[in-house]
């Protein structure tokens, strides 16, 4: 094991860390576990678990506005332009969008079957840090009424959901009826989402036009509002238009594309927020230099012809070069010209002719290519900061002899619900805590059936029978039986308080949570543990 280099002279380490198999990575661009005991002096450790720490939280900031402010708005555009119902499209485009940090993290954490704990971990970890401390938190900042049947719905599937994955571990292994029947079960959600709404919709209809004038009417228990939540709102446009219009020319429209600082904001703005802000604007230059954005609401859906042509040279080059972690980017066709020469001369030329075929003016009919565009490159950066976030908690895990399982229901599942912590309370705080609170249950289901199910149908498409599930001892059961746990509680009694959620109920929940913490460390460090026989 890669975890009893702790265990040898400072010496050694450097030498056991590169011969061992078990201590190189499957993906990503740097070796943590060689920087830590090849690169820092023995009496530097400290340092370097300083410097990991705020690479893993830079990466959880690069995450979060991928996700957000490019992934998302990319998703929301192509549904869009698909025309799908707000219903499918929350339950789908935008679910996943809202959970791409914790799908991608799974499906890395999957390529490995040693750090399969930390995608059981995270998901687990999520699920129930979201269904007690957001649900909770909610019911805390302000009480109210829940929809009662959104709410008995997506719960009953979670649970089954749950259960599933629960025999998955029992059985230690999901083959390929087992992976597309998560991804199946999850097409059945979807399903009865929409004939829910058709259903409710109808009834509705039927109801005003029976009802005389002056009837109340239904009291509203759709989940519209919780689909309108898995929307990341965030505005493109600027906040103020010229009184006097004047035509830029082709430089300035690319400069003012390029500039992720909007000054206007900045002056009205806390000293956190220029801090958090100044940290942002590589990663912000960065992805918009690289991933297209298209913008329906608009009048000219965000058609910026300088930058986006200059997208269709750097987004493919950004796609080989972190595909696989720039396996295939580098490759050699007849082992004299590389993939990503290639690809930059094809997609030079096609930038060209899209320059002198197009107007600064007007966007082209095959605008909409670009969202496309956009949604690979952003899940391709997304997957490559992941990929960096699983390998620093593998090495981590390492240097303080941890299992993945725990990283995986603390730093990973904490770092990728965070995003979701704060928008969910926002919502809470102006008035919307129905919208927030059915957020918390359904948009987890897309996390764990997709993130399990696809993780291990990439594994099963490269060759393998099975997929070999290695749960870490005790904690997995503890961490499984806990998510179960906190879901029959909610089932049970919020139908008893007839969905009246109050702050007895979100104090309740909050110490569910931090009981289960204290119950999963002693699990950890082995003062609870199964007594052999």
Same mark, same amino acid.
């Given at each position: 094991?890669?975890?009893?280099?702790?265990?040898?002279?400072?010496?050694?380490?450097?030498?056991?860390?590169?011969t061992n198999p078990d201590?190189?990575?499957?993906?990503?661009?740097?070796? &943590?576990?060689?920087?830590?005991?090849?690169?820092?002096?023995?009496?530097?450790?400290?340092?370097?678990?300083?410097?990991?720490?705020?690479?893993?939280?830079y990466l959880f900031m690069?995450?979060?506005?991928?996700?957000?402010?490019?992934?998302?708005?990319?998703?929301?555009?192509?549904?869009? #332009?698909?025309?799908?119902?707000?219903?499918?499209?929350?339950?789908?485009?935008?679910?996943?969008?809202?959970?791409? $940090?914790?799908?991608?993290?799974?499906?890395?954490?999957?390529?490995?079957?040693?750090?399969?704990? =930390?995608?059981?971990?995270?998901?687990?970890?999520?699920?129930?840090?979201?269904?007690?401390?957001?649900?909770?938190?909610?019911?805390? !900042?302000?009480?109210?009424?829940?929809?009662?049947? $959104?709410?008995?719905?997506?719960?009953?599937?979670?649970?089954?959901?749950?259960?599933?994955?629960?025999?998955?571990?029992?059985?230690?292994?999901?083959?390929?009826?087992?992976?597309?029947?998560?991804?199946?079960?999850?097409?059945? &959600?979807?399903?009865?989402?929409?004939?829910?709404?058709?259903?409710?919709?109808? +009834?509705?209809?039927?109801?005003?036009? &029976?009802?005389?004038?002056?009837?109340?009417? #239904?009291?509203?228990?759709?989940?519209?509002?919780?689909?309108?939540?898995?929307?990341?709102?965030?505005?493109?446009?600027?906040?103020?238009?010229?009184?006097?219009?004047?035509?830029?020319?082709?430089?300035?429209?690319?400069?003012?594309?390029?500039?992720?600082?909007?000054?206007?904001?900045?002056?009205?703005?806390?000293?956190?927020?220029?801090?958090?802000?100044?940290?942002?604007?590589?990663?912000?230059?960065?992805?918009?230099?690289?991933?297209?954005?298209?913008?329906?609401?608009?009048?000219?859906?965000?058609?910026?012809?300088?930058?986006?042509?200059?997208?269709?040279?750097?987004?493919?080059?950004? =796609?080989? !070069?972190?595909?696989?972690?720039?396996?295939?980017?580098?490759?050699?066709?007849?082992?004299?010209?590389?993939?990503?020469?290639?690809?930059?001369?094809?997609?030079?030329?096609?930038?060209?002719?899209?320059?002198?075929?197009?107007?600064?003016?007007?966007?082209?009919?095959?605008?909409?290519?670009?969202?496309?565009?956009?949604?690979?490159?952003?899940?391709?950066?997304?997957?490559?900061?992941?990929?960096?976030?699983?390998?620093?908690?593998?090495?981590?895990?390492?240097?303080?002899?941890?299992?993945?399982?725990?990283?995986?229901?603390?730093?990973?599942?904490?770092?990728?619900s965070i995003g979701d912590?704060?928008?969910?309370?926002?919502?809470?705080? +102006?008035?919307?805590?129905?919208?927030?609170?059915?957020?918390?249950?359904?948009?987890?289901?897309?996390?764990?059936?997709? *993130?399990?199910?696809? *993780?291990?149908?990439?594994? =099963?498409?490269?060759?393998?029978?099975?997929?070999?599930?290695?749960?870490?001892?005790?904690?997995?059961?503890?961490?499984?039986?806990?998510?179960? !746990?906190? %879901?029959?509680?909610?089932?049970?009694?919020?139908?008893?308080?007839?969905?009246?959620?109050?702050?007895?109920?979100?104090?309740?929940?909050? %110490?569910?949570? !931090?009981?289960?913490?204290?119950?999963?460390?002693?699990?950890?460090?082995?003062?609870?543990?199964?007594?052999?026989?």
């Amino acid at each position: 094991m890669c975890r009893d280099v702790c265990g040898l002279n400072a010496s050694d380490r450097c030498d056991f860390i590169r011969t061992n198999p078990d201590c190189h990575s499957q993906g990503g661009y740097l070796d &943590y576990l060689e920087g830590i005991f090849c690169h820092f002096p023995p009496n530097l450790l400290l340092l370097a678990i300083t410097f990991y720490a705020f690479w893993l939280l830079y990466l959880f900031m690069i995450l979060g506005v991928t996700a957000g402010k490019f992934f998302c708005p990319n998703l929301s555009a192509i549904s869009t #332009m698909l025309k799908l119902s707000h219903n499918v499209a929350g339950v789908t485009f935008l679910a996943f969008g809202n959970g791409a $940090p914790d799908i991608f993290s799974a499906l890395v954490a999957f390529s490995d079957p040693h750090t399969a704990g =930390l995608a059981f971990g995270a998901l687990f970890g999520a699920g129930v840090l979201v269904t007690t401390v957001v649900a909770g938190g909610i019911a805390i !900042l302000r009480p109210f009424t829940a929809a009662s049947r $959104p709410f008995l719905r997506d719960i009953i599937f979670y649970m089954v959901a749950v259960f599933l994955i629960f025999t998955a571990l029992y059985l230690g292994r999901v083959t390929l009826p087992w992976a597309l029947g998560y991804l199946g079960f999850y097409v059945f &959600y979807v399903v009865t989402v929409v004939l829910c709404t058709w259903i409710y919709q109808w +009834q509705r209809r039927r109801t005003l036009v &029976y009802s005389m004038p002056g009837t109340p009417e #239904m009291p509203s228990d759709s989940e519209d509002e919780r689909v309108s939540s898995t929307t990341n709102s965030y505005d493109y446009r600027e906040e103020g238009q010229p009184l006097l219009f004047y035509q830029e020319t082709t430089a300035q429209i690319l400069v003012r594309a390029l500039n992720p600082m909007d000054y206007r904001k900045w002056r009205y703005k806390p000293a956190y927020w220029k801090v958090l802000k100044v940290f942002k604007l590589p990663v912000e230059f960065l992805l918009l230099l690289s991933v297209p954005l298209v913008d329906p609401d608009q009048e000219d859906r965000n058609w910026k012809r300088p930058l986006n042509c200059l997208h269709l040279v750097i987004s493919p080059l950004v =796609l080989v !070069l972190t595909l696989q972690s720039g396996a295939y980017g580098v490759y050699e066709i007849g082992g004299l010209f590389p993939v990503w020469g290639v690809v930059v001369i094809v997609s030079t030329a096609l930038a060209a002719v899209t320059f002198f075929a197009t107007s600064n003016s007007e966007p082209p009919r095959f605008h909409w290519v670009f969202a496309f565009l956009g949604f690979l490159t952003s899940a391709l950066w997304i997957n490559a900061a992941a990929t960096e976030v699983v390998n620093i908690l593998r090495s981590l895990g390492v240097v303080f002899r941890l299992s993945n399982t725990v990283l995986g229901l603390t730093l990973l599942a904490w770092g990728n619900s965070i995003g979701d912590v704060f928008s969910d309370f926002t919502l809470a705080r +102006q008035g919307y805590p129905r919208m927030a609170f059915s957020a918390c249950f359904g948009g987890i289901i897309f996390n764990i059936l997709v *993130g399990v199910g696809l *993780g291990c149908l990439l594994q =099963l498409s490269r060759g393998h029978a099975e997929v070999k599930l290695e749960p870490d001892g005790l904690l997995v059961w503890v961490l499984a039986g806990a998510l179960g !746990l906190s %879901l029959v509680f909610s089932l049970v009694s919020v139908p008893l308080q007839c969905f009246q959620l109050n702050k007895v109920y979100g104090f309740c929940l909050l %110490l569910f949570y !931090l009981h289960f913490l204290v119950v999963a460390l002693l699990t950890e460090f082995g003062v609870i543990h199964l007594k052999s026989v």
